[in-house]
């Protein structure tokens, strides 16, 4: 029985593996920088921001470096936010794959995810030590809330990109839909702002969306006792579990609709 699952975990990896390269080609090919875009398109996108913060004066609300707030920030909506898109009828342009029975529906939308993860992960490890280096922002203060900040958004990212992608094979509309989703949830996922600053009475509602916890530890790990940050990481787990539970009932739904043209 060991066995049986230890090889049935191989196959698994060698196909999400297979997914993963398949993915990479189709999107960045072969020329120019190629794969280097996994991450460098998420650093423009960043530094982007960053630029437009430090032209905003963001320091005048905080005094942690411009810099350090919008890498911290828009990083973790990268994550979130292009995970779930890249899930967004992601079975139709791969529905020939199907015909191969070791390839299921979860493990399109999981090469999908992992491909935005790395390239996020890899965007704000580059800009945290380059802007560190030249003295524009500090190192992290403790790694421990940095990483499991990091890492509840990321399972978050996965529960979430299962769900919109189980969803959007459904309904063709919700594709649409859910890029106006997403632009409304970038203010309030704690990527522009900070617990602290927002009124007493408004700070527990806001910790109800579970992006901000998962902003709010990073920046705990980042600036350690600078700021005063208010995150929940035992809400943000709990609120992982669920959608993880809903997402992988909706995608094994999915895949018994699903049928190779």
């Not at 390269?21 to 920088?33: C, S």
């Not at 423009?44 to 921001?49: A, P």
Request: one cysteine or more.
């Amino acid at each position: 029985m060991k066995k049986t699952l230890r090889e049935s975990f191989v196959i698994q990896c060698n196909v999400i593996g297979a997914l993963l390269l398949r993915e990479v080609i189709t999107r960045y090919g072969r020329h120019n920088i190629g794969a280097m875009w996994l991450f460098v398109e998420p650093m423009l996108f960043t530094l982007g921001v960053s630029a437009l913060w430090s032209f905003a004066k963001v320091h005048s609300f905080t005094n942690i470096p411009e810099v350090g707030f919008a890498i911290t920030g828009y990083s973790s909506v990268l994550v979130w936010r292009n995970a779930s898109a890249r899930c967004l009828r992601a079975i139709e342009p791969n529905l020939s794959l199907m015909y191969h029975r070791n390839v299921k529906v979860i493990d399109i939308f999981l090469a999908r995810i992992l491909l935005e993860l790395l390239g996020a992960s890899a965007s704000i490890c580059v800009l945290t030590i380059f802007f560190s280096s030249i003295g524009m922002m500090l190192w992290p203060v403790d790694l421990i809330p940095v990483l499991g900040g990091w890492l509840l958004l990321c399972w978050f990212a996965t529960a979430l990109g299962f769900t919109v992608g189980a969803i959007s094979e459904r309904s063709e509309a919700f594709e649409r839909i859910w890029h106006v989703v997403t632009y409304l949830m970038f203010p309030l996922s704690g990527a522009g702002f900070m617990v602290q600053w927002l009124p007493s009475n408004i700070q527990k509602a806001a910790l109800w969306i579970p992006m901000v916890n998962g902003v709010e530890m990073i920046r705990k790990g980042y600036f350690g006792t600078v700021i005063k940050t208010y995150p929940d990481g035992a809400y943000f787990l709990l609120v992982d579990l669920i959608l993880t539970f809903v997402g992988l009932l909706m995608v094994r739904e999915c895949g018994r609709r699903v049928q190779p043209e």
